[in-house]
């Protein structure tokens, strides 16, 4: 079942204080490939079939310009003309003199192209370039002088166009979410990035231009996913809009959305939890504020192997299976990028990090279809129970488990239900919209951040700061723009993707627990082989009669040891708690 659809953008003030702190990345060598490893991945054969066509290289095994018209990669030397309906100003592979102000804006230092010494726009301490949200990029000293102008396609002397993609909307996504007052209007969302973009303004050095962020209704349907419609509205928003940078805040099965933008040679944001080869296959061009698959996979495998593996299943429901040793069962959506993520987990369970082939169940994978979603549950379900799973790990969208809860309920299946920690389950009201029967029993990681009240959140800090009071409809929203107002920072006058990529490479680890003791704050960093900024994650349960400190509800998850976070691959041996 997929999420997809307008109403999952639309979350209220809590994730603005989870994923808009995604703006402090960093090179962490030793995560992910090594370097130049993600170039032998590209020229390899598409580990994802059709679903991803990658992008062209140079004949130094660097992304290529491209035509963002027709994908094709320019021959060596030529460049369409920036900023119109042709491609990057020069190949995005070579030439470059290497973003002064990227390596500037990590130290600090002036760009070499035009930089002074004025810090006046940074904040107080000269260190950070803002001082009003928990997360903030590195100062970078105002610029003045030649920006170089129309250096990529979107990019003007004076301006660069950001695109929002706002999906179009699926009445029954919409239902399921509204039970829980997760709706805002486009007007209301328009309102929100109109404000936050007066912040980033405010604050960020963008080097003379002004960021213009414009947003379009898509019409592909999106639950199931009409993924031939994606690649066909790509084109059109690129010919209609001729952007530097596209996002979109949820999608979590619409791969080809931003495989086609990354064809065309235009950065791209978004797409949750997709498996970390399929980002690497699009570099420098496509990211996104949330934990890569891979690093889900392997978040959950550590947990699991250190705390559960081998011993019996005691936060079960059934009295019988709490005697029964372990068996975890995996479920995700039937698309490349997300069948990936179980396969990687389902080995290191079996083998690959403990275990053996006894202690878990080859994954299942359903169809992304919200019409079907009971009847596919339904037979997730039986095949789950005859398999004699007692752990049940969902690594899917945050409608998924409102489904496969009611299936097990009506199957009289109650196993311990092992949190994934992604697709923002680990949300207050989205855990309300699950059997209450069946998550009584769920536990285990957690990306998101400890909840907070609205006035703590960084999305209502930075209206504040403009004089506007967060209409809550935006926590998205400010996310994914935090993290293309750092994008360009980071990158330079010289604004070009392979800048971007650079850039945000150069930064240092922001957040996390080790460094803050904040619960607040999640540990972000970027590094080769990582285009996703989530690392750690808190360690939480699902309680019915706790009140919810983002809304007063009823209905809650809790965190152990005050919030704090693990790194993947860090969780402490020890039975779960819960």
Not at 39 to 63: I, K, M, W, Y
Not at 383 to 406: C, H, Q, R, Y
Request: a neutral charge; aromatic letters at 8%; hydrophobic letters at 35%.
């Amino acid at each position: 079942m997929d999420a997809s659809g307008q109403a999952l953008r639309r979350w209220a003030p809590l994730m603005a204080v989870i994923a808009a702190q995604v703006l402090l990345v960093a090179v962490v060598p030793s995560r992910g490939t090594t370097p130049g490893a993600e170039d032998a991945l590209l020229q390899g054969a598409a580990p994802f079939g059709t679903n991803s066509a990658g992008v062209p290289l140079d004949a130094s095994g660097q992304p290529a310009a491209v035509d963002p018209v027709t994908g094709q990669p320019l021959p060596a030397g030529e460049a369409a003309a920036p900023g119109a309906a042709g491609g990057p100003a020069g190949s995005a592979g070579g030439g470059q003199t290497g973003p002064a102000a990227a390596g500037g804006a990590a130290t600090g230092k002036a760009s070499a192209a035009g930089g002074t010494a004025d810090r006046s726009k940074c904040a107080k301490d000269g260190k950070r370039q803002q001082d009003v949200t928990l997360a903030s990029p590195p100062c970078v000293p105002r610029f003045t002088g030649n920006n170089g102008g129309a250096t990529y396609q979107g990019v003007t002397a004076k301006t660069i166009k950001v695109l929002r993609y706002r999906p179009k909307s699926n009445p029954q996504v919409d239902a399921i979410l509204n039970t829980q007052g997760l709706a805002f209007s486009p007007e209301a969302e328009e309102q929100a990035q109109n404000t936050y973009a007066t912040f980033f303004e405010k604050h960020y050095e963008f080097y003379n231009r002004k960021i213009e962020w414009v947003w379009e209704q898509g019409t592909c349907e999106i639950s199931p996913p009409d993924l031939p419609c994606f690649r066909t509205e790509v084109k059109r928003l690129n010919a209609k809009h001729k952007p530097f940078a596209v996002y979109w805040a949820n999608s979590t099965t619409q791969a080809e959305f931003f495989d086609e933008w990354s064809r065309l040679g235009v950065v791209n944001a978004g797409g949750w939890h997709f498996n970390s080869e399929f980002n690497n296959r699009l570099r420098p061009y496509h990211w996104d504020v949330f934990m890569d698959g891979t690093r889900t996979a392997r978040n959950i495998a550590d947990y699991w192997c250190k705390k559960m593996q081998g011993k019996n299943a005691t936060l079960a429901g059934d009295p019988a299976l709490r005697a029964t040793k372990r068996k975890l069962g995996i479920l995700t959506q039937e698309y490349p990028v997300t069948q990936k993520n179980a396969l990687d987990l389902y080995k290191m369970v079996t083998g690959g990090v403990c275990g053996s082939a006894a202690d878990a169940a080859e994954p299942v994978y359903t169809p992304s279809n919200i019409a079907q979603g009971q009847q596919t549950a339904n037979v997730a379900v039986q095949k789950l129970k005859a398999e004699g799973v007692t752990t049940l790990v969902i690594m899917s969208d945050p409608i998924n488990p409102t489904f496969t809860t009611t299936a097990a309920t009506r199957q009289q299946w109650y196993p311990e239900h092992l949190l994934a920690g992604s697709g923002l389950i680990d949300y207050d009201p989205l855990g309300r919209l699950y059997d209450p029967t069946q998550w009584r029993n769920a536990f285990g990681p957690g990306h998101l951040a400890d909840p907070a009240p609205p006035e703590r959140t960084d999305a209502f800090r930075a209206a504040a700061d403009v004089g506007v009071r967060d209409n809550g409809a935006g926590g998205l929203i400010f996310a994914y723009m935090s993290m293309v107002a750092s994008m360009v920072q980071m990158a330079g006058p010289d604004l070009k993707p392979l800048n971007v990529e650079r850039g945000m490479h150069s930064l240092p680890p922001g957040g996390g627990w080790e460094a803050t003791k904040n619960p607040l704050s999640i540990l972000l960093k970027y590094g080769p082989g990582d285009y996703t900024a989530i690392e750690d994650s808190r360690h939480t349960y699902w309680d019915p009669n706790a009140r919810s400190k983002i809304d007063g509800k009823q209905g809650a998850y809790v965190a152990f040891e005050g919030g704090r976070r693990f790194e993947i691959g860090k969780w402490p041996a020890g039975e779960p708690k819960a």
